[in-house]
Structures are given as structure tokens and as C-alpha cells.
């Protein structure tokens, strides 16, 4: 049986660029994208693809080649995902909040031959080219612009413009086949928020496998109807850019993330899916915890990913009527790696013992061979008692094809079998995964574990909290001691005291684990994914350092187990002064 071979019959090559000729085919007529008072069909948006990758071809892009972009959630963007892997090219979405710097950093690393850029980054992006230009071997890309759809403005970079080649491209040219499904399909750069960004690159079969996957896993029947609240940069719109046309759903595409035009875009079209950040909750609510008293005319499935979600957050946005399923993941593992599956007889559960289950990050994604918590000193698997501590680590097809020209950090990321996560974790008893924190992020209080969401999650019960984060400060005699920076809900100060705050979670907590210090602030940094800058607050947590005399040092033994080698996210036996 060895013998029989492949043939084209039975074996095709797997990609996600396929679900858009089977939309034309079996969804024609139906409605793809809508963008203010733009409209197209399935028919339409697979015309338009092929005749820009016609164009790609005409110049001179050929296999292999990068094709930057650089634009927010607009038809053009979602075009792209499928007609420059269409001409056998590679798709650079870029991050639309970098600056400058990190954008030239970009496309000098990924070599991109061609650079889309939206008519609202024209200047960012002309910067981005001047460095480039001055860098010593530096290649400049040629450019071309995307303007509005809907309201064409006149801006220009470059000689190119992006309806003008979708104008002259040839619907009907003959476009180089899928060859081999290991093929790179997209090369994503991770956001640099625990190291130096990285270009990541999916196979076309990783990002076929994880598509179906999600699809499946989050029960999206056909005719969905999906609001880009997501930046499709991230992660690909975590898959559900190609998912979309493999669902015949209509993308509803918005420029911002703003609660007027969420809302708006939600009741106009009757919006049923979405995924987002947690921080995007906090739009919705608008930071006084019952959304205006708001409620949704029909339920919106979201999925959320990206930080840990408090459960007091879950349980707000689901008093609206919002059904928020748990996702994590991460860019190496093309978008959601775990979700939270819900089962049936958790329903019968008080609503903050839901969202406290529904926080939880749960099971891999059925593209994954497994996802486990492990010892990385041992590799030994943590016990699944809810309280052991382990790096997180997965296998299977959607992880990363690796990291672009960057053996060293794929000799680092990939071990025994298994790509490391670099997040802290543990496993409950029903199998069901639950990350803690970064490895970095887990503070080492006199020897003792602390993990930062735990002491978020009582930050987050807080009647006057509206967002709240929580990093290690330096102490000369515990070694470090929680810092949490916190936001008031109504934006104002007043009401929201240290002296409270400190007296709130001592009630709720452990000693050791209630913060040394409380900074209340009007706003926590955060990237263009929603995920909170921590760096930038630990520099802001050393200059709030006590004073403590260096010499006196904690008496007693302590325990001194690293997180990532296994841990507790509990109180240890130590002794105390």
C-alpha cells in the first residue's frame, strides 16, 4: 500500500487562499465586504484578487517575494491575504502603530520587493523609506498607495496606485500553482513586547489547518456576519481573513475600533461575530462598567485572546450580551493556540463562577498535536492540580514554519520536539490549561512566586478600578515586591485611594502577595494589540522603590525554584521576619 502514489485526484496542496474561489463558486452572490458605503460580492472580491495579482506578476513579483502592507482594516488589506499568495508571494501585514524606525527595521529585514501603504500612513511610511534609503545596503521597495474606497482622497507615494493596478490586472491570467504547501504564506513580525520583534513565518498548510480549526472550534456556521474590530496585521486577523470566504460571511470592515462606530457597525449590519483584544471590553464598556446600560438587540459572539481577560471583565461585557469564548495564543503559533470550550453544565453556574471558568485559556486547537505545561528543565510534565507551574509549550502543524534569518532564536524556541511558549502556566484537574503570566513578568517576592494576574484578577473586583496591571519593583529587602498601577473608572482620581486599594486586597490575599505600592494613573500603556507595555511600567515601578537600608536582607531559608522550572502560584513554606 506504500506504493500508491499521489496523484491529482487525491492529493492537492493545503491552502487557505483555496476558500476563495470555492466562495465564488458556492456564495457568488452574496455579500463579502462592506465598507461604508462600499459593497462587494463574492464574485467581485475573487475578480479583484486575481487581476491584483495579475498585476503583482507584471512586476516582475515572482515565488517567494515579499509584499509589505501597511493599513488598517479596509477592503484593500483583506484583498491582499489572498491575491499576493495568489501570485505566489509572501504578505508582510505591518503593524499601523510602529513608528518609523521599526517599520524601515521591517522591510529592510523581510526584503520586501513591493509596499502597500494606506493614503493615512503616507508620511509615516515616506519616513520609514528615508531610513531605509540611508541604511547602509539599504533597498528601497517600490511603492504603491492605497486610497480610500469610499472617499477617494488624491494621496499619493510613489507612482503606483493600488484601484489602478486592480483596474489593469488581467482577471483571467494564468497564476503559478501551489506547489508545495510548505510554502511560506505570510511572515508576521511578533510585537516586541518581551524582546526584539521577530519575522515569523506560515506555511500556506499551518494557516489551511489553523483556519478550519478556529472555524470549527468556535461553531461558525455559514452566513456569519463579522465586524474587523481585530487588525487583520495581527496574526492575520488570527485566520479569519481566509475564514470568512470558507464560511461565505460578510466582512464588515471599520478604519477604528471605536465604540460609536462598533456599536453602530453592530446594529446596522447585525453583526454576530467579532474578535478582539480584552482592552477593546473596556471600549465597549467605556470604563463605567455597565456600558451606558446598553444592551445588544441580538448576542455577538466574540473571540478574545491576546492578555489574559479578568473575569470581572468578562462578566461586565456578557451583562450586555456579548458571548465571549477565551482564546490564547501567540504569532508563532499562527493566532489562537488554546481555547476555552465551554460545557454545558457550567451554565447552571452563578454568573462570576462562569466567567472565572470562562477566563481560563482551555484546551488546544484541534490543528495541534498537544499543548502541555511542562518543567523545560526536565521537560516532565507539571501535575494537573490547578497550582504547579510550567512553561506552556505546543506541537503541531500551525505552529511556526520559524523565525526569518534568526537561527539562534529557533534553536531557543524549539526543543525536544516542542516550540516554547514563554508564558507561565498551569493545568486544572479537567485538562483544562490556564496561563499565569509571562516568565518574566512572575514576581520572586523573598523567594516566593507571585504571579501578577492573580493579583490583577482582586485589582479587577474593584468597584473604582477600570483597568489595572501589576509588575515587579525593586526592594532591598524582599528582592522585589508587587507594584500595581491602577486607572479609575470615572477617570478622575477622587475616590480611588492607595490607603484603599492596599486595604482591599489585604482582605483578598496573602500578605505577600498584596502590593507594596499603588500609582494610580489615567491610562496603562498599551501596544497595538491591547497588550499592556510592561517594560515601560517596571521602569516607572524602579523609580517608585522604596529606600529601604540595603544591608538588612530577609532572615530564614527561602525557597529558591525558578517559575519556569516548575513552581506554585501560591504561598510557599518560608519562614518570615
Known amino acids: 500500500m506504500d506504493q500508491l502514489p499521489k496523484r491529482p485526484a487525491n492529493y492537492v496542496p493545503l491552502s487557505p487562499v483555496g476558500f476563495l474561489a470555492r466562495a465564488n463558486a458556492v456564495y457568488a452572490d452574496r455579500a463579502s465586504v462592506v465598507y461604508g458605503g462600499v ?65 524601515a527595521t521591517i522591510l529592510r529585514h523581510s526584503g520586501a520587493k513591493l509596499f502597500f501603504v494606506d493614503y493615512d500612513y503616507v508620511r509615516l511610511a515616506g519616513d520609514a523609506l528615508r ?38 490586472g488581467d482577471p483571467d491570467a494564468d497564476l503559478p500553482p501551489l506547489a508545495d504547501e510548505w510554502d511560506a504564506v505570510t511572515l508576521n513580525y511578533t510585537s516586541g513586547t518581551t524582546s526584539a520583534p521577530k519575522g515569523v513565518v506560515y506555511s500556506h498548510r499551518g494557516a489551511y489547518l489553523s483556519t478550519t480549526s ?63 483584544a480584552p482592552v477593546v471590553f473596556s ?3 467605556d470604563g463605567d462598567g455597565d456600558g451606558d446600560g446598553r444592551q445588544l438587540e441580538a448576542p455577538v459572539h466574540v473571540l478574545t485572546g491576546g ?133 518574566k513578568d512572575v514576581i520572586i517576592s523573598g523567594g516566593e512566586n507571585i504571579c501578577s494576574k492573580e493579583v490583577e484578577e482582586v485589582l479587577f473586583r474593584h468597584p473604582a478600578v477600570a483597568d489595572a496591571a501589576v509588575v515587579a519593583m525593586p526592594h532591598p529587602r524582599w528582592g522585589e515586591t508587587p507594584c500595581a498601577f491602577v486607572v479609575p473608572r470615572d477617570g478622575k482620581a477622587h475616590g480611588l485611594s492607595e490607603d484603599d486599594v492596599l486595604a482591599f486586597c489585604a482582605r483578598r490575599m496573602a500578605r505577600f502577595m498584596v502590593p507594596k505600592k499603588v500609582e494610580v494613573i489615567g491610562a496603562l500603556p498599551r501596544n497595538a494589540l491591547g497588550k499592556v507595555e510592561k517594560v515601560k511600567l517596571r521602569e516607572a515601578a524602579r523609580k517608585l522603590a522604596p529606600t529601604v537600608p540595603a544591608q538588612i536582607k530577609p532572615k530564614g531559608k527561602t525557597t529558591t525554584s525558578t517559575v519556569v522550572g516548575g513552581g506554585r502560584c501560591e504561598e510557599q513554606p518560608v519562614s518570615r521576619l
Not at 456576519?225 to 496574526?235: D, G, I, K, S
Not at 454568573?351 to 470562562?358: D, G, N, Q, S
Open 39 to 103: 459593497r462587494f460580492t463574492w464574485r467581485q472580491t475573487y475578480e479583484r484578487c486575481r487581476r491584483l495579482a495579475s498585476a503583482l506578476l507584471s512586476l516582475g513579483v515572482r515565488r517567494g517575494d515579499v509584499v509589505s502592507v501597511l493599513a488598517p482594516n479596509v477592503p484593500a488589506m483583506y484583498e491582499m491575504h489572498f491575491a499576493v499568495p495568489m501570485a505566489g508571494a509572501v504578505l508582510n501585514a505591518i503593524n499601523t502603530r510602529l513608528d518609523a524606525a521599526a517599520v
Open 131 to 168: 531610513l531605509l534609503a540611508a541604511a547602509a545596503g539599504g533597498t528601497v521597495p517600490l511603492v504603491a498607495v492605497v486610497d480610500d474606497i469610499d472617499s477617494p482622497t488624491g494621496a499619493r507615494l510613489g507612482e503606483l496606485e493600488y484601484e489602478a493596478l486592480v483596474a489593469h
Open 214 to 276: 478556529l472555524l470549527l472550534q468556535w461553531g461558525v456556521a455559514t452566513d456569519p456576519v463579522y465586524l474587523w474590530t481585530l487588525p487583520m496585521f495581527h496574526c492575520n486577523g488570527w485566520t479569519f481573513t481566509w475564514g470568512m470566504a470558507a464560511r461565505g460571511g460578510v466582512n464588515v470592515c471599520i478604519r477604528d475600533a471605536r465604540r460609536a462606530d462598533i456599536y453602530r457597525a453592530i446594529a446596522r449590519h447585525r453583526v454576530t461575530h467579532m474578535c478582539c
Open 283 to 285: 471600549i465597549l464598556l
Open 307 to 439: 492578555a489574559p481577560p479578568p473575569a470581572a471583565l468578562l462578566e461586565r461585557v456578557e451583562r450586555i450580551g456579548f458571548k465571549v469564548t477565551h482564546a490564547y495564543g501567540l504569532t508563532e503559533a499562527t493566532g489562537p493556540a488554546l481555547a476555552c470550550e465551554w460545557r454545558d453544565q457550567w451554565d447552571r453556574l452563578p454568573l462570576p463562577e462562569r466567567a472565572r471558568l470562562k477566563a481560563r485559556q482551555g484546551i488546544s486547537v484541534l490543528s495541534l498535536a498537544d499543548a502541555d505545561v511542562k518543567n523545560v528543565d526536565t521537560m516532565a510534565s507539571v501535575p494537573r492540580d490547578g497550582k504547579s507551574l510550567g512553561e506552556i509549550v505546543l506541537r503541531g502543524s500551525s505552529v511556526m514554519k520559524g523565525y526569518l534569518n534568526n537561527p539562534e532564536a529557533n534553536d531557543g524556541a524549539f526543543r525536544g520536539g516542542w516550540f516554547l511558549t514563554g508564558d507561565v502556566g498551569v493545568v486544572h484537574p479537567d485538562g483544562y490549561i490556564e496561563i499565569k503570566d509571562r516568565s
